[in-house]
């Protein structure tokens, strides 16, 4: 495959060649731990055991990489166990990150309650503001700005292109949470990040059926050491998981147009509505990074988050009142998911800088029919506060 392919054409076939034992169209699980040697340190397939490759991996590898356009893939068990491996890859005692002031609670809670006592250090800044990025950047000490954009949950868009330009001037990295976006709304190693994190879990897999992650890059040597962790370390993604993130990104264009309509309705609803404060949706012309969004994604996502007048309470009634869209934690699947970030996604951040409002309810927007999910809002039985 090549870069100048369309990415359908990638999503469908990059390290995904038919079956070469019986044509198979779907390339099969193989759900194996070990490989024959024809002679000692001689692999028949080139394979020997599947916590260091397997070929359903190499597979959704060779795929991610493709979407991301990049040269290197690595998938893992979690989105965390990517997060993590690459923070055990690239830090050590006495580094520095700049992490979002609104990050994803679980990305924060490795930073401060796992790495933190190895001696890496997370100072929070509001990506949308270059000075805030540059203040916190620390020259020789900051190993990379970590970048979430949109961010979760609050949807800020961050500029990847200059902030890149004011990581790699101090010698920093800089890394891209791209799960809200996917590869297909957004292509960050083109505007010059280093590398790539993903929560296979969410678009990529796309149903909600999977725990995964995933990595991509350029920089061999970067690589090298990262496949080193990833053997050392072991939470590699399991043959099975690895097969349906694949199916999943078969149809992760035509998915995440879908999304992105339905956000889009939803969204001008809600912002319309009397019962709602604030809505967060970088598609609306309102929101501060609607033209950068404009200029970086292709769509705006799936992703809308909306606080509601009268309060927590008020929120929380909003999300127990709904039917078919369902209350729970994640997002990307192809079902609506509705959630209360200050008390479920967002709990570990309580009491720090980046607590969330009680107040705000996260939406990702399923593929449902859009006017259903209007009226399920409008008339959600414990929505009245909203309604």
């Not at 959704?60 to 893939?73: R, S, Y």
């Amino acid at each position: 495959m090549t870069a100048t392919q369309g990415f359908s054409t990638r999503a469908i076939h990059a390290g995904q060649d038919p079956d070469s034992a019986v044509g198979s169209v779907v390339p099969p699980i193989y759900a194996t731990s070990t490989y024959i040697q024809d002679k000692v340190g001689e692999a028949r397939g080139g394979f020997e055991y599947s916590r260091s490759s397997n070929p359903t991996r190499t597979a959704l590898e060779e795929c991610m990489a493709a979407l991301e356009g990049g040269k290197h893939g690595l998938a893992f068990a979690s989105g965390l166990a990517a997060e993590d491996t690459l923070l055990r890859t690239i830090a050590s005692p006495g580094s520095h990150f700049v992490v979002p002031d609104d990050a994803y609670g679980g990305t924060y809670r490795l930073f401060a309650r796992v790495h933190q006592r190895w001696g890496v250090a997370a100072d929070p800044a509001h990506l949308t503001n270059l000075d805030s990025v540059a203040a916190a950047i620390t020259p020789g000490e900051t190993k990379a700005v970590w970048i979430e954009t949109p961010t979760n949950p609050l949807l800020a868009i961050a500029d990847i292109a200059a902030i890149v330009d004011l990581a790699h001037a101090a010698g920093a990295l800089v890394v891209v949470d791209n799960t809200f976006a996917t590869p297909y709304l957004q292509q960050p190693l083109e505007l010059g990040a280093d590398v790539v994190v993903h929560s296979t879990t969410k678009y990529c897999g796309g149903h909600s059926d999977i725990i995964g992650g995933a990595l991509v890059l350029n920089d061999d040597d970067l690589a090298e050491q990262l496949r080193f962790h990833q053997n050392a370390i072991g939470g590699v993604a399991s043959p099975f998981d690895c097969w349906l993130v694949l199916r999943g990104l078969r149809t992760l264009a035509v998915r995440m147009e879908r999304h992105c309509d339905n956000a889009e309705v939803v969204a001008a609803f809600l912002d319309e509505h009397p019962r709602i404060a604030q809505v967060y949706f970088p598609g609306l012309d309102a929101h501060p990074g609607h033209d950068l969004a404009k200029r970086q994604m292709r769509r705006y996502g799936g992703m809308v988050s909306f606080q509601v007048v009268g309060g927590e309470q008020a929120a929380l009634q909003v999300c127990e009142g709904t039917s078919v869209i369902i209350l729970g934690e994640s997002l990307g699947g192809v079902e609506s998911l509705i959630e209360h970030p200050h008390t479920m996604t967002h709990a570990s951040v309580a009491g720090t800088q980046l607590e969330v409002p009680g107040d705000l309810i996260r939406l990702s927007v399923g593929i449902e029919d859009a006017e259903d999910l209007i009226a399920l809002l409008h008339w959600a039985p414990s929505a009245r506060a909203v309604c």
